[in-house]
C-alpha cells in the first residue's frame, strides 16, 4: 500500500546504496546520508505522513535483501531511515516556525491597525476569523507577563475550547496579555473567558471591549479593553472585570483635556495651601464620593470618626467654597475628584 501511494522518488538510489553496502561492508557516505535528509524534507514539504515513508522504505529493503551481510545492510538502513527522518523533522519544525511567524505577522496587523484592511480580512480566514463580522476583544493580565506558548494561555485556552469548540475565537498574547477575540455576538465567550483568565493570571484585572464590525472593529475593541485597564489603574479601580460600555463617561470627560484640567485647577487648586497639602483632603472627597456620600461608610474607609471626617468636609467647604454635602456643589466638586484622579493632580501640577 505504501509503495502505490508514496511516489517513488522519495526511494531515489535508496536500493543502490542497501546492494553497495552488502557488497562493501561499508557505512553510509556524508553525501548519501545528505541526499537521504533532502528526501525527507521535500517528502514532508509535500504532506506525505512519516508513517508511510517509513514502510515504504522497510518495503523496498524487504524486496532488495541480499543474501548477505545482514548486519552491515540493517546497520545502513537505520542510518538511512535515521537520516530520512532527520530532514523530514527538520522540514516539519521549519513549517512549525513559518506558521507561528505569520500567526504572529498576522495577530500584530490585526491589533496595530495599519495594515491593509482588504488583505487583514483575507488573511483572517486562515486563523477562523470573519472579519466582515463583528467582534469584541477581552484583554488580561499584566504587561510583558504572558507568552504565546506558555502554560497560562494553554491552560485558559482548553477551558474556552472545552466550553465553546470551535466558534471563530482567537487566543493569543499581545506585548505580555492575554488577548481573546470573539464574535461580537456572543458575549458569554468574554465573559467565560474573563472568569477563567482573571483566575489564571492570579487576580490579574480583565476589560472587555465593545463589539465593533468589519476588519477595524477588533484593533478598535481592542483599544477599549488598553484604554478601560489604563483608566482602572489611574482611577483605582479594582473590579476583577472592567466592561468598556460601562466606562463611556470618563472618556467624555477628559475629551477636552484642557478644560477639566481648569475645572480642577478652580475647584481644587486651593487645597493645596492646606496644611499637609491637599492630599488628605482630596482622599477625604474621593472616599466620600465613592462610598456614596454616606459619612458612616467614608469614615470606615478612611479609618477615622465620623467627627473627624465631618470636621474634614467643613474644613473643604471653607477652603474651595463648594459644599460636599450639598447637592447644588457635589456634582461640580466630584467631576473635578475624577478628573484630579484622571490628570494625576496634583503630582502632574508640581
Not at 5 to 26: F, K, S, W
Not at 140 to 167: C, H, I, P
Not at 274 to 298: H, I, K, M, Q, W
Request: net charge neutral; aromatic share 6%; hydrophobic share 40%.
Amino acid at each position: 500500500m505504501a509503495r502505490r501511494t508514496i511516489p517513488e522518488q522519495y526511494l531515489a538510489g535508496y536500493t543502490d546504496i542497501l546492494t553497495e553496502v552488502a557488497v562493501t561492508g561499508r557505512r553510509l557516505t556524508r553525501d548519501e546520508l545528505q541526499s537521504r535528509r533532502v528526501l525527507g524534507e521535500q517528502a514532508a514539504e509535500a504532506g506525505l505522513g512519516l508513517r508511510a515513508l517509513v514502510v515504504q522504505h522497510l518495503a523496498a529493503t524487504r524486496a532488495a535483501w541480499p543474501g548477505t551481510a545482514a548486519d552491515s545492510v540493517l546497520a545502513a538502513v537505520e542510518q538511512a531511515v535515521d537520516a530520512f527522518a532527520e530532514g523530514y523533522e527538520r522540514a516539519q519544525r521549519l513549517a512549525v516556525r513559518q506558521e507561528e511567524a505569520a500567526r504572529r505577522e498576522f495577530i500584530d496587523d490585526l491589533l496595530y491597525g495599519g495594515s491593509d484592511l482588504g488583505r487583514l480580512a483575507e488573511r483572517a480566514e486562515r486563523f477562523g476569523l470573519r472579519l466582515s463580522h463583528a467582534h469584541a476583544v477581552a484583554v488580561a493580565g499584566n504587561l510583558t507577563t504572558y507568552e504565546e506558548t506558555g502554560s497560562v494561555l494553554r491552560k485558559v485556552e482548553q477551558a474556552v475550547y472545552a466550553r465553546f469548540g470551535d466558534r471563530r475565537i482567537l487566543l493569543t498574547t499581545k506585548d505580555g496579555r492575554l488577548v481573546c477575540i470573539a464574535p461580537g455576538d456572543e458575549a458569554d465567550i468574554l465573559t467565560f473567558f474573563a472568569k477563567h483568565a482573571h483566575a489564571a493570571t492570579d487576580g490579574g484585572q480583565v476589560a472587555v471591549g465593545r463589539p465593533h464590525p468589519g476588519p477595524g472593529g477588533v484593533v478598535h475593541s481592542y483599544e477599549e479593553a488598553l484604554n478601560a485597564l489604563d483608566l482602572a489603574r489611574r482611577m483605582h479601580i479594582d473590579d476583577p472585570v472592567l466592561r468598556a460600555a460601562d466606562l463611556l463617561v470618563y472618556p467624555v470627560l477628559t475629551r477636552d483635556r484642557a478644560a477639566m484640567a481648569d475645572l480642577v485647577h478652580n475647584v481644587l487648586g486651593p487645597l493645596r495651601h492646606t496644611r499637609g497639602g491637599p492630599g488628605p483632603l482630596l482622599d477625604t472627597l474621593t472616599a466620600y464620593f465613592d462610598s456614596g456620600c454616606v459619612s458612616a461608610e467614608a469614615a470606615r474607609r478612611l479609618n477615622l470618626s465620623v467627627r473627624a471626617l465631618t470636621y474634614r468636609l467643613a474644613r473643604i467647604h471653607q477652603v474651595t467654597g463648594s459644599n460636599p454635602t450639598d447637592p447644588v456643589h457635589r456634582y461640580t466638586l466630584q467631576t473635578a475628584v475624577i478628573g484630579a484622579r484622571l490628570l494625576d493632580w496634583p503630582s502632574s501640577d508640581s
